[in-house]
């Protein structure tokens, strides 16, 4: 079975820009969480997204949007980059998006903000 | 004051030894803990996952969580150079919102 795929693996923007980020679940996982992760602030939940319907929402600015597509696939949007939106985001699947399942990492895009 | 600290490390250590990874947290509702282990240039992978207080183990590792002290650890024996890598401890109540802390890096040498 196919891991978490997520395109493209490094970006590198300028300020104001912005950058749409993908991540292909594993098949037949219908939960898709994004993730930024930085030096400083560890790995800080963005949003998730089950069925098409964001679920969960973390404590980032409306900069950052998603969606999901009805075969599961998900988007991230940062919109107006900033120099601190630099970090490594992940997407993470699982089957049913509840915490006593196994949340399965991708390899993450690599967004560099200059 | 952050949800979950943990100390950023590194720490190094020698082939074989015990190894002990450490969390505190300040929100009582959390039950679930989880330890996730990323490899330089991967995303993390679950290693460990417990419910609320008590010991697990699984292999060279064991998972402990202390919920009176808000406390939970990672221990790992006999450590293999494979091993080096960044530990991160994740935790979460009935939010379906997982917290992680900053993660420790941990460097094995033979």
């Known amino acids: 079975k196919a891991g978490v795929t997520q395109t493209p693996r490094y970006l590198i923007k300028t300020r104001g820009q912005q950058v749409t980020l993908s991540c292909s679940p594993i098949?037949?996982?219908?939960?898709v969480s994004w993730y930024q992760q930085t030096p400083g602030q560890g790995l800080q939940f963005l949003f998730e997204y089950f069925s098409e319907t964001q679920r969960n929402k973390g404590n980032f600015p409306g900069r950052f949007s998603g969606r999901q597509f009805s075969n599961s696939r998900s988007e991230m949007n940062v919109s107006t980059l900033e120099l601190g939106d630099s970090a490594l985001y992940l997407c993470?699947?699982?089957?049913?998006?509840?915490?006593?399942?196994?949340?399965?990492f991708g390899p993450g895009t690599r967004l560099t903000v200059l | 004051q952050k949800e979950v600290e943990q100390d950023p490390g590194p720490l190094s250590v020698p082939e074989g030894a015990i190894v002990s990874l450490n969390c505190t947290y300040s929100n009582s509702a959390f039950q679930y803990f989880m330890w996730y282990r990323q490899y330089s240039r991967k995303g993390p992978e679950l290693l460990m996952y417990?419910?609320?207080?008590g010991n697990k183990e699984d292999g060279r590792f064991t998972a402990q969580v202390d919920k009176s002290s808000k406390y939970i650890s990672l221990f790992i024996r006999d450590s293999q150079p494979s091993d080096s890598a960044t530990y991160l401890c994740?935790?979460?109540?009935?939010?379906?919102?997982?917290?992680f802390g900053t993660g420790t890096r941990l460097q094995v040498f033979p």
């Open positions: 417990t419910y609320s207080s």
């Open positions: 993470a699947s699982s089957s049913v998006g509840r915490t006593d399942n196994e949340q399965f």
């Open positions: 994740a935790m979460t109540g009935n939010t379906d919102k997982l917290i």
């Open positions: 098949s037949g996982h219908r939960s």
